[in-house]
Antibody, heavy 114, light 108 residues
Framework: QVRLVESGGGVVQPGGSLRLSCAAS????????MHWVRQRPGKGLEWVAF????????YYADSVKGRHTVSRDNSKNILYLQMNNLRPEDTAVYYC???????WGQGTRVTVPS | EVVMTQSPATLSVSPGERVTVSCRAS??????LAWYQQKPGQTPRLLIYDTSTRATDIPTRFSGSGSGTEFTLTISGLQSEDCAVYYCHQYDTWPPVWTFGQGTKVEI
């Protein structure tokens, strides 16, 4: 079955960087687009970024465009989110998700204190 | 961007009651609509995808219907463990900018 395991979260000061990872298993990772979605404390779900299966197309929410970069390593079945110039409003639990509906991982928490 | 609007924001019901959550899209999303259940401190759990297909191990009391811009999640006979926030999610658009409803809290 589809399994996604996020990691790499933590506490980072404003302006700092963090790289999130998402290890995928149970499906042909290299054949699917992948997304990052976040949930700020006490708030709803917010789409963050998408990469096509071959990285030929990438899209970002306006709130992270120019600061965050999505990438993937299909040989290792891993999705990444490089987060730069972090702001307090980036504080959230970050989830990776497959382009076609499937269970999500447990998420990884990012905290940027104000 | 397709805006997803859920109603109501909160639903107070009794065990065994039938629950209906509505989701409206600002543009047609065909049948590419999913529903998630989220309990406090937990990951959103996929309940329904493609409008009406139950995900693996989801009880039959959960059902989805609709098309285009109007969608409904129905819980037939609410159980106490169903108390949660429910989100609708469209995945139809290209570029693939996902959007979610703001959530409906179901409480007893």
């Amino acid at each position: 079955q589809v399994r996604l395991v996020e990691s790499g979260g933590g506490v980072v000061q404003p302006g700092g960087s963090l790289r999130l990872s998402c290890a995928a298993s149970g499906f042909f990772f290299g054949g699917y687009g992948m997304h990052w979605v976040r949930q700020r404390p006490g708030k709803g779900l917010e789409w963050v970024a998408f990469t096509r299966y071959d990285e030929s197309l990438k899209y970002y929410a306006d709130s992270v465009k120019g600061r965050h970069t999505v990438s993937r390593d299909n040989s290792k079945n891993i999705l990444y989110l490089q987060m730069n110039n972090l702001r307090p409003e980036d504080t959230a639990v970050y989830y990776c998700a497959r382009d076609q509906p499937a269970p999500w991982g447990q998420g990884t928490r990012v905290t940027v204190p104000s | 961007e397709v805006v997803m609007t859920q109603s109501p924001a909160t639903l107070s019901v009794s065990p065994g009651e039938r629950v209906t959550v509505s989701c409206r899209a600002s543009l047609s999303v065909g049948s590419r609509l999913a529903w998630y259940q989220q309990k406090p401190g937990q990951t959103p759990r996929l309940l329904i995808y493609d409008t009406s297909t139950r995900a693996t191990d989801i009880p039959t009391r959960f059902s989805g219907s609709g098309s285009g811009t109007e969608f409904t999640l129905t819980i037939s006979g609410l159980q106490s463990e169903d108390c949660a926030v429910y989100y609708c999610h469209q995945y139809d658009t290209w570029p693939p900018v996902w959007t979610f409803g703001q959530g409906t809290k179901v409480e007893i």
